[in-house]
């Protein structure tokens, strides 16, 4: 079955600190990952996406991610978070195949930013 | 790059009526769209996907009759919640696809919040 897994429901970071938030994915054939960011009744901007290459991407924002497939796991990584940086974090996963077709999200993970 | 507008962001109706939201892909054509609903505190979940001059594919256990899809242009969609009841209140998001060259990629709406009352 396919699916996306985020751990994580809330993190809570201080400001300066670094941040990992996790991602792993089922799917059955070669997978296109994305992460997402949601402000509070927002939609989505995409911060970054992986399909091919390196396995390191970077994104907007001072965000990364690492593939790993032996893992199936994306993982979203900042080295030091932002007040700004708070908000509802989405991992998906679409089709290689169709490109752009339906996306396949995780639950989400929200994050929160100490002073 | 790439701007997708949904109309109206927010929209209050009573229970029984039906509303009409617009998804529009400002500078450039889709010919598929996709109509996504999310709860509180939760993940996106695909409802339907809208595909130009044909029927929308609906997602197993979303009523067609229900959540009506129109895409009758190549940068308009439209999902019309009928006879609307507040279980129905939730987020509701667009995304259109578009290609460029050989690259293809999904765009979101900002989202319309829908509150029956």
């Known amino acids: 079955a396919q699916s996306v897994t985020q751990p994580d429901i809330h993190i809570t970071v201080s400001e300066g600190a670094s941040l990992e938030l996790r991602c792993n994915y089922s799917?059955?054939?070669?997978?296109?990952l994305f992460w997402y960011v949601q402000s509070p009744g927002q939609g989505l901007q995409l911060l970054l996406k992986y399909f091919s290459g390196d396995t390191l991407v970077q994104g907007i924002k001072g965000f990364e991610a690492e593939f790993k497939r032996s893992q199936s796991s994306f993982n979203l990584r900042k080295p030091s978070v932002h007040w700004s940086d708070a908000a509802e974090y989405f991992c998906?996963?679409?089709?290689?195949?169709?490109?752009?077709?339906?996306?396949?999200f995780g639950q989400g993970t929200e994050l929160s930013v100490k002073p | 790059g790439a701007v997708v507008s949904q109309h109206p962001s927010r929209v209050i109706c009573k229970s029984g009526t039906s509303v009409k939201i617009e998804c529009r892909s400002l500078?450039?054509?889709?010919?598929?769209m996709f109509w996504y609903r999310q709860f509180p505190k939760q993940s996106l979940m695909l409802m339907a996907t809208s595909n130009e001059g044909s029927k929308a594919t609906y997602e197993q256990g979303v009523e067609k009759d229900k959540f009506l899809i129109n895409h009758a242009s190549l940068t308009l969609s439209t999902l019309t919640v009928t006879s609307a009841h507040p279980e129905d209140s939730s987020f509701y998001i667009c995304?259109?696809?578009?290609?460029?060259?050989?690259?293809?990629?999904?765009?979101f709406g900002q989202g319309t919040r829908l509150t029956v009352v």
């Open positions: 998906a996963v679409g089709p290689l195949y169709n490109q752009g077709g339906k996306l396949i």
């Open positions: 500078d450039f054509q889709a010919t598929t």
């Open positions: 799917y059955g054939a070669t997978p296109y």
């Open positions: 995304s259109a696809r578009r290609s460029v060259g050989a690259t293809t990629e999904a765009f």
